[in-house]
């Protein structure tokens, strides 16, 4: 283990303690994978009521975990993305469209 007080990440930290995979952090430190998966990639920060329940079930030092530096959000990877909005235009259109359609009905 590392005997400097040098800034580090939570992943940094886990992997001193063996936990080098997300699930293996979810099982030692009784969370589910979605909280853990969060805390691990930075979208959750780790609090401190949070650093009491890891420290206690993954034998972790609380003081340690006090220390970690918040983990950089990774960036979102998934197939969409932000809708894009309708211009004015299309909204006319589209208001058009469904008022000629419901004359004809």
């Not at 590392?2 to 997300?22: G, I, K, Q, V, W």
């Not at 959750?44 to 079930?57: D, E, T, Y």
């Not at 469904?98 to 004359?103: D, F, I, N």
Request: glycine letters at 8%; a positive charge.
């Amino acid at each position: 283990m590392r005997s400097t007080l040098a800034a580090m990440t939570l992943r940094e930290l886990l992997a001193e303690y063996e936990m080098t995979t997300l699930t293996a952090f979810a099982q030692c430190a009784q969370l589910s994978k979605s909280h853990a998966w969060n805390l691990w990639h930075g979208r959750a920060r780790l609090g401190l009521n949070l650093a009491k329940h890891i420290a206690q079930h993954a034998g972790i030092p609380l003081a340690r975990l006090i220390e970690v530096e918040p983990t950089p959000p990774t960036p979102y990877r998934g197939l969409g993305g932000p809708r894009r909005q309708p211009s004015q235009d299309e909204d006319v259109r589209d208001l058009n469209g469904r008022l000629s359609g419901s004359a004809e009905a």
